[in-house]
């Protein structure tokens, strides 16, 4: 008996060479990013630290963009990312549902963070642009970016969280070898970081103030442009090659999804999967797609919907979101991706009109759930992953329970190769 | 203009469903194995610590050797693995050369150590073993040992080389998410590793002492049995799939091989290659394999070929081989998992009978092709890997300037991931 083929594999023509746009498709317009003083922000304030092409992506009510030649050589180099059905983890479950995970794991930065990385270097490269700076938090993105840069011949500079540099020495020696620049964010390269620094020197740092030191110093060098791993549309706009792609697998095997499960952090994952499924919902496909935060970092499920700046100087506009406001201090948990106060404005819409659902999961849980996967797939998942993990194993449980088994998907956006501190400190990984 | 396929995936309905033996293809028979007293070691000898079914593939004279229903289920958890036409790194050397990788970093340990440790744990379960002892110097041995005997419900226990649980923290963590435990070797649990540290209390290990370590307890324990990761003949058996498949992926694409390149330390990564080919080699093809060393442990470019003990202590039966004395302490490289005095019995037979060759490569060389990989493949290869890849563009870039370029297969036997320690202190990933 031949074994059984677990992968399902897209060919390289399959590659989806459009982007999706769920903007046209939200059932109320988003409301406009505002400035400080409450007035609409235009195109122009933006064109200190974007280029043009990205801020038409960023109010482009087209729902179909191309991709350019480049961008899709790029993500040629690893996709179509594989569709894994998890049949040992299902057996592990005791569960009946069938559990798929869409492996963006196997990018050249191991998450999914290398598809709006490579879009985002490309478009700056075009525009003349010779440096970005960026910041990030568990790592993944500031090596996505690395790589990007690398491949688009562009210098990077990375403002990293300083608990997650701390905890994944590793995500530094990736960006060093690929070639940018590393510095623990608050740094004292930046008015927002001194000030932080000034203020408390023993700070952990967070993503919002990382965001807030990139802006600043890319504000003030007219060689230099800012890039976002997350939250802003068309970063989610570059990852809809997720969702696409799951939609031509699963129909490949003449599957369709129940469940949509992503992790949430500031929402690029969650909405590049979903995005493209939007549409299928509101015609009233009965797909539950569900956004999985921390239980510590509740921006979704405890988060208030107001307008609020995207870091904590409050360099960025203001935006419609969720959020637990910009001073909100998440705990050092250990899926430094998902320790943000706010929520990407798509999302949050789409959670707001109730086109999606949001929930929480415990560090213990995802865990629990991260060694199951470790034993039955021979997968070890990010720490964010394993939110979505958890949450899918929750269901199938409930699911078996209440006689309902389905069809679930969720996203590995990352291995946790280099999270493995966070293991050790989990309480599953002892001698 | 759809994108570039190179990777070359088998279905698994290809997965070769026997292993190739080499031992029946050697121009003269292998000497047998002797007692330190210099006595043929009988198969009763070996059988405190071996399974009958391992020892009878120690010493087979069958070419084809049927895997086991249970292993190919376990291989085909990961296998085929993909083999890669590098036209980036082809392009980045500027060379017309074809350049193609077997990556066996996708299995789930990261190397091609899984391939033998699903076997040898399959087989000892079946004999009633309940507990399994075995050293690992890179980490990735004992990685995949953990895995296995997870697979198969065994206990494992990993005498880790001292110098690389210090170098990398993130294996010991793998191991014990996985179940296993895990001891810095020289240990105070055995005598060997009790001398070895009243010897010398600051001994950085070495993967010879651990050997005797591991081997003293499985030989003291009658539930334990004990597991080796290279050099023996059974363990080349088991990687045997790795050249299968590469002999049918290159065929697919009417491709034929000019050279076989794959690193060496104790020879399975190389003889799972290479074996597969010795026929074709012995019958007139044209087809250089070349096992390619760390030039500070060079064992088969100036080792000296005689009767020697595998491990420190002189526990393991005498085997001809190419040796630097197993008192040799190499210096503490990077390439953990080269770091050995011996050599693989089979890879030492066919280095006599000139019909492979040897090459050592310098640290430096590894770690310059390795950031080239990095920057135009997106792969980070481990150390060990890297041995072969340096070896593979030097000789690519050797065959463009004599004029006469070819088809050019290394494995990629590992990733990287867990080996950045020693790309930060390489000087290739410096601020």
């Known amino acids: 008996m031949p074994p059984i083929e677990n992968k399902i594999i897209l060919p390289k023509s399959e590659l989806p060479t459009s982007w999706y746009n769920v903007l046209p498709d939200l059932p109320e317009p988003l409301g406009p990013y505002l400035t400080p003083g409450g007035q609409p922000v235009s195109p122009s304030d933006l064109a200190g630290i974007f280029p043009q092409s990205l801020i038409e992506q960023e109010v482009s009510d087209r729902s179909v963009i191309q991709i350019p ?22 057996k592990a479950l005791g569960v009946s549902s ?43 993105w500031g090596t996505a970016l690395a790589i990007a ?31 940018a620049e590393v510095l623990p964010s608050p740094s004292q390269a930046t008015d927002a970081g001194r000030k932080a620094l000034a203020a408390n020197p023993d700070t ?80 009233g496909q009965k797909i539950a797609a569900i956004a999985v935060e921390p239980e510590s970092c509740p921006t979704l499920t405890k988060g208030e919907f107001k307008y609020d700046a995207g870091d904590t100087a409050g ?20 899926a430094g991706g998902l320790r943000y106060h706010g929520a ?6 789409l959670l707001k009109s109730k086109v999606i ?15 199951i996967l470790a034993w039955s797939e021979y997968v070890i998942p990010a720490p964010e992953s394993a939110h979505a993990l958890a949450k899918t194993c929750l269901l199938a449980q409930e699911l078996e329970k209440n006689g309902t088994p389905g069809c679930l998907v969720f996203t590995l956006s990352g291995h946790g190769l280099l999270d493995l501190t966070a293991y050790q400190t989990s309480g599953v990984a002892n001698d």
């Open 69 to 90: 030649e480049p961008v899709l050589e790029a993500l040629s180099i690893w996709r179509p990312t594989p569709l894994v059905r998890a049949r040992r983890l299902e």
């Open 98 to 140: 069938r559990i798929y995970f869409k492996d963006e794991s196997v990018s050249p930065s191991g998450s999914h963070k290398s598809n709006t990385a490579m879009a985002q270097a490309y478009f700056n490269k075009e525009a003349g642009v010779t440096r970005l700076t960026t910041e990030t938090g568990a790592g993944q």
């Open 149 to 179: 840069a690398k491949q688009f011949g562009i210098q990077a500079r990375v403002y990293m969280v300083k608990i997650s540099l701390e905890q994944k020495p590793y995500r530094k020696v990736i960006m060093n070898l690929m070639g």
């Open 204 to 283: 952990l740092g967070t993503l919002g103030l990382a965001i807030s030191e990139a802006v600043e110093e890319a504000a003030g060098r007219s060689d230099t442009n800012y890039v976002l791993g997350s939250v802003l549309n068309h970063v989610i706009l570059h990852q809809t090659v997720i969702g696409q792609e799951v939609k031509k697998q699963l129909a490949s095997i003449g599957e369709k999804p129940n469940y949509l499960i992503a992790c949430h952090g500031g929402g690029s994952n969650f909405g590049g999967l979903v995005g493209p499924f939007v549409r299928d919902i509101l015609s």
């Open 315 to 334: 360099f960025t506009p203001l935006m419609p979101m969720y959020s637990l406001g910009t001073g909100f201090q998440p705990p050092a948990i250990h």
């Open 344 to 349: 990407a404005p798509i999302v949050s819409a």
């Open 357 to 371: 659902e949001a929930a929480s999961i415990s560090a213990e849980d995802c865990f629990k759930f991260a060694q």
